[in-house]
């Protein structure tokens, strides 16, 4: 049983394909991808601003003439899919050029291409043996699996991020109103000492 495990494994891992990354885009700042997509092969996008200012980018897409397939603006998270009409380059462009001083953290999913099948008797009239059905419910399930910690990643890095600058607020909360108290309580201690201050000075001038 653990020998059909580690196979499925190293099935799925061999079929698998596409881009998934993670990128710093600085402010006033475009990155761009690049692929080479043949004429009609389906290509997904999927991307999701983790961390940064108001969690915003701007996302457009080009066919190799340059023509607009795609174009938003300040989105935290989208999904795209097109079927090429052309072979040539596709060009995935993200931008921060509206924010001045913040950057952001991008996930990006990009994924091309039908997926090959598991097993090559797959497309065939022969029936699947029990260890070749058992790979592909495995290779199934192992598919939701990482969809699902991918889902948990990115949500829990947007949570940590959130959290730091929450952290971070308090902290200089904490710092202004400790500052503040301080100031106040040397005017009052000031204040007092002026008053008795005043009262000495009556006091010697009257005698």
């Known amino acids: 049983m653990l020998f059909l495990g580690l196979s499925c494994l190293l ?40 961390a940064g200012g108001n969690y915003d980018v701007d ?13 938003e603006k300040k989105k935290q998270y989208d999904s795209f899919s097109h079927t090429a009409t052309m072979s040539g380059v596709y060009k995935v462009c993200f931008g921060n050029e509206f924010s001045t001083y913040t950057h952001k953290t991008v996930y990006l999913d990009f994924r091309h291409g039908d997926e090959k099948p598991l097993i090559e008797t797959m497309g065939g009239t022969s029936p699947l043996t029990q260890m070749e059905s058992s790979c592909v419910s495995i290779h199934e399930v192992l598919k939701v699996v990482a969809d699902s910690q ?15 600058h929450l952290h971070l607020r308090v902290t200089y909360w904490s710092i202004g109103e400790t500052v503040l108290l301080f100031v106040i309580g040397v005017g009052q201690v ?15 001038a009257t005698t």
Not at 59 to 71: E, G, K, R
Not at 150 to 164: I, P, Q
Not at 190 to 204: H, P, Y
């Open 11 to 50: 099935l799925h891992v061999f079929v698998a394909f596409g881009t998934e990354l993670t990128f710093e885009l600085s402010d006033n700042e475009k990155q761009c991808f690049y692929e080479d997509i043949q004429k009609d092969v389906k290509f997904e996008m999927d991307f999701q601003v983790i």
């Open 59 to 71: 996302c457009f897409v080009t066919d190799p003439q340059n023509n607009v397939l795609y174009n």
């Open 150 to 164: 991918t889902w948990y990643r990115l949500r829990e890095a947007h949570d940590r991020t959130s959290a730091e």
């Open 190 to 204: 000031m204040m007092l000492r002026s008053f008795f201050s005043e009262k000495k000075g009556s006091v010697a």
